[in-house]
Each structure stands twice: as C-alpha cells, then as structure tokens.
T-cell receptor, first 119, second 114 residues
Framework: AQTVTQSQPEMSVQEAETVTLSCTYD???????LFWYKQPPSRQMILVIR??????QNATENRFSVNFQKAAKSFSLKISDSQLGDAAMYFC????????????????FGKGTHLIIQP | NAGVTQTPKFQVLKTGQSMTLQCAQD?????MSWYRQDPGMGLRLIHY???????DQGEVPNGYNVSRSTTEDFPLRLLSAAPSQTSVYFC?????????????FGPGTRLTVL
C-alpha cells in the first residue's frame, strides 16, 4: 500500500514571501499521479496542482509550482508571493495509474500542513 | 452545473441509529467515491464506484454500505452508527479514464454520533 507523509504540521510565512511545503511518498509503482489539494476553513477541497510521474518537467500553475523528485519520492509545493487567501490546510495526495480491478482505487492523502499567512 | 452536492451538511445521530448520506453529481462522471476526514488526518477512502452497478471497498469500509443504481447518485449508508463514525464525510467524482483526472469534491457532511 502507498503512504504519503507530510512532515510539517504547520508552516507560517509573511505575506508576499515564498514558502515550500514538503511531501514524501512511498510506492513500488512506477506510474502514478501526485496532487496538492487546498482546504480553506470553508472545508471545500480544491485542487491546486497535479503531476504525472512519467513527466520529468515540474508542473506550475501561476504562483504554485512543484519540485518533483521521483527517485527520492519527494513532491514539494512552492507558493510564491504568498497571499492572505492562501491560508488553508494543504494536502498532498497520491493516485495509482494502474487499472486496479479488485484493488482500492482512489486518492491516498497525507495528514496535511496548516499554512498560516502573516500580514 | 451544480457539480457535486451532498446532503445534509450537518447531522447528529445517536448510537445505533441508521442514516443515509446523499451524494449527487451532474457531470456524467463514471467514478464516485466517499472519504472520511478525522481531526489531524487526511482524507481516507471508504468506498468507491467505477460505474452504475459497480462498487468496491476502500481503506476504511467497515460500518458503511454503498450502492450505485444511477450514474448521478452514490449514497453512503450507516447501518448502526457508532461514536467512532463521528467525522466529516466527503463525496468526490471524476472521469474514469486513466490519467491525472481532477476529483471534484462535494462540500462535506459533518456527522456527530453521540
């Protein structure tokens, strides 16, 4: 079974600064997908960014980018020019690309990092 | 499009009571799933479905039943509620194609079992 580890329960950053959230995962698979989800106080889960494991190029979405290190099984999220609206819980998640058949198919989440933005 | 809708938003049950959490999506997604979120934890997969008439267990299925009679609806049933089932429940849906398909989440149901 896959596991996802987020070692930073809480992070704090000044508005307009850059912050990096860490995520490591454990898998024996070679083909998979990685995601970062944001959960603001409203509780809604919002996809921030996704990465296909077969792609070497790191994904970027505006102020959000990832550092994907497949050999190290690391998938960190960098938020540039932090804004007050970025304050939320951030979850790293893994999904197998294999057609699971009888196995469980879905996202495996880490425990999350609470991001605080200091004005 | 309403996306993924869940009802109710909040529910309080007594131990032993049964209830059904409703989930519906209007995006014609084949794949639907249920997760629970406990304090200090990420979301954990309860059950999922890859299409009408097909369901399977996730990581934490005990105490829950599901069925999928239509593409749109995927209800989650608690047969005999226990305090350990106090949690926030999320329904999600996506297309079934192999790929990094975005899973769309509903707003969640906060369930308290006394």
């Amino acid at each position: 079974a896959q596991t996802v580890t987020q070692s930073q329960p809480e992070m704090s950053v000044q508005e307009a600064e850059t912050v990096t959230l860490s995520c490591t995962y454990d898998t024996s698979e070679s083909d998979y997908y990685l995601f970062w989800y944001k959960q603001p106080p409203s509780r809604q889960m919002i996809l921030v960014i996704r990465q296909e494991a077969y792609k070497q190029q790191n994904a970027t979405e505006n102020r959000f980018s990832v550092n994907f290190q497949k050999a190290a099984k690391s998938f960190s999220l960098k938020i540039s020019d932090s804004q007050l609206g970025d304050a939320a819980m951030y979850f790293c998640a893994y999904r197998s690309a294999a057609w699971s058949g009888g196995g469980a198919d879905g996202l495996t989440f880490g425990k999350g990092t609470h991001l605080i933005i200091q004005p | 499009n309403a996306g993924v809708t869940q009802t109710p938003k909040f529910q309080v049950l007594k131990t032993g009571q049964s209830m059904t959490l409703q989930c519906a999506q209007d995006m014609n997604h084949e794949y639907m799933s249920w997760y629970r979120q406990d304090p200090g934890m990420g979301l954990r997969l309860i059950h999922y479905s890859v299409g009408a008439g097909i369901t399977d267990q996730g990581e934490v299925p005990n105490g829950y039943n599901v069925s999928r009679s239509t593409t749109e609806d995927f209800p989650l049933r608690l047969l005999s509620a226990a305090p350990s089932q106090t949690s926030v429940y999320f329904c999600a849906s996506s297309y079934r194609d192999r790929g990094a398909n975005e899973q769309f989440f509903g707003p969640g149901t906060r369930l308290t079992v006394l």
